[in-house]
T-cell receptor, first 112, second 117 residues
Framework: DGGITQSPKYLFRKEGQNVTLSCEQNLNHDAMYWYRQDPGQGLRLIYY???????QKGDIAEGYSVSREKKESFPLTVTSAQKNPTAFYLC???????????FGPGTRLTVL | AQTVTQSQPEMSVQEAETVTLSCTYD???????LFWYKQPPSRQMILVIR??????QNATENRFSVNFQKAAKSFSLKISDSQLGDTAMYFC??????????????FGTGTRLTIIP
């Protein structure tokens, strides 16, 4: 089946630790995105990538890092510099930037 | 910067009735797309409907239709014959289309819709 997968579904982290969230797509999409969702708020863009080996900061990039070494994969690292990392994280992809985006099932990150 | 406003945090309607969710946006540009996404309790984001700003005809997808008023910058979603499976958060979203390739999807804060049996 074509689609976007995110793993793990639930993730727990101790304060001060870095953690990496996985996002893989087999839709042959060029563009990929990471969003953060907090209660009572819409989705906010963390990073996006238009093509392999290229990515840009979104609206709330501080404390996060990404890589795009393969077209299919766009992992997100939540670093210890992120002050309030507990949130629901959604990955998305689109055939190109500007086209409709398709979302993965999300990862719930909790910092203990 | 573009903004998207959903003024109804919560709504509820009886099953089989029709409900309209409101969305307004702010932009000075003329070339953009608008979307409605649905997020059920599973939290999977699902595209419901899409509207290109250059099209005058309102988009329709089965029971879902939009009322796109470009001059008023309004983009409401109408759900007809509502079903229990329509219970979800609904997000309105906007994306500007440019030649620079740096378009970003901007979301509203969402409307929680509950369909009552």
């Amino acid at each position: 089946d074509g689609g976007i997968t995110q793993s793990p579904k639930y993730l727990f982290r101790k304060e001060g630790q870095n953690v990496t969230l996985s996002c893989e797509q087999n839709l042959n999409h060029d563009a990929m995105y990471w969003y953060r969702q907090d209660p009572g708020q819409g989705l906010r863009l963390i990073y996006y990538s238009q093509i392999v080996n290229d990515f840009q900061k979104g609206d709330i990039a501080e404390g996060y890092s990404v890589s795009r070494e393969k077209k299919e994969s766009f992992p997100l690292t939540v670093t210890s510099a992120q002050k309030n990392p507990t949130a629901f994280y959604l990955c998305a992809s689109s055939i190109k930037v500007g086209a409709e985006q398709f979302f993965g099932p999300g990862t719930r990150l909790t910092v203990l | 910067a573009q903004t998207v406003t959903q003024s109804q945090p919560e709504m509820s309607v009886q099953e089989a009735e029709t409900v309209t969710l409101s969305c307004t946006y702010d932009t000075s540009e003329s070339n953009y797309y608008l979307f409605w996404y649905k997020q059920p309790p599973s939290r999977q984001m699902i595209l419901v409907i899409r509207q290109e700003a250059y099209k005058q005809q309102n988009a329709t997808e089965n029971r879902f239709s939009v009322n796109f008023q470009k001059a008023a910058k309004s983009f409401s979603l109408k759900i007809s014959d509502s079903q229990l499976g329509d219970t979800a958060m609904y997000f309105c979203a906007f994306i500007l289309i440019s030649n620079f390739g740096n378009e970003k999807l901007t979301f509203g804060t969402g409307t929680r819709l509950t369909i009552i049996p």
